[in-house]
């Protein structure tokens, strides 16, 4: 609730009449923690909301995921819509080809261990494709390979962690699925074989 409104409520005015609508951040876009499996609040990302109320999606949102999105390709994207319009975007997605093109897999460092199917054990193996640790790169289309976090310090793979997906549709949403897994052939994951192989969707 926001004062007597709620958030639906309170959209539902300037939502209609906007010429492109941008959300940021997975909760924004896909839903997110928020709207996980089992959540009693009703949260949803902004397109099934105008689902919901029949609003016209194509040609007007933009999805710019990530938790949280990377500042670069919010600010980007709203300066690309203001000089030139609606951008080229996935058309599942609707996410800004210029920003979020290629998989964490496809541009990942250690892709090459993949490739010979050299995979880590642990977090911390400074070698091996961290696949069976967990890693959901081959989903994750974002920018996290060019422009890292802390302006450009780090990322979760340089950190030797895997990536836990946060620009995925799935990012947070099932109640037995965790961010980080012992030995991903044993778990079943909410991506095919297809997907594992990263490339644009």
């Not at 906007?18 to 949803?44: H, L, R, S």
């Not at 949102?61 to 319009?85: D, E, F, M």
């Not at 060019?146 to 799935?170: E, K, L, M, Y």
């Amino acid at each position: 609730m926001i004062g007597k409104s709620t958030a639906e409520h309170l959209l539902l005015k300037p939502v209609p009449r906007a010429k492109a609508i941008v959300a940021a951040d997975t909760c924004a876009t896909f839903g997110g923690m928020p709207a996980a499996e089992g959540n009693q609040t009703g949260a949803a990302g902004v397109s099934q909301f105008m689902a919901k109320h029949n609003l016209p999606i194509q040609g007007r949102l933009i999805n710019c995921p990530s938790c949280p999105v990377h500042p670069k390709c919010l600010i980007g994207t709203l300066a690309y819509v203001a000089a030139k319009g609606y951008p080229q975007v996935n058309p599942k997605l609707l996410t800004p080809l210029m920003f979020y093109g290629h998989s964490t897999h496809d541009e990942c460092p250690r892709y090459p261990y993949y490739e010979r199917k050299i995979f880590a054990k642990y977090l911390r193996d400074p070698q091996g494709c961290l696949f069976e640790p967990g890693c959901l790169g081959p989903i994750s289309y974002t920018e996290c390979p060019h422009r890292q976090w802390n302006t450009g310090v780090n990322r979760c793979i340089r950190a030797s962690a895997p990536c836990i997906g946060c620009s995925s549709p799935h990012f947070g949403k099932r109640k037995d699925f965790r961010f980080y897994r012992k030995g991903e052939r044993q778990h079943p994951v909410a991506y095919t074989e297809q997907d594992r192989k990263g490339g644009r969707p």
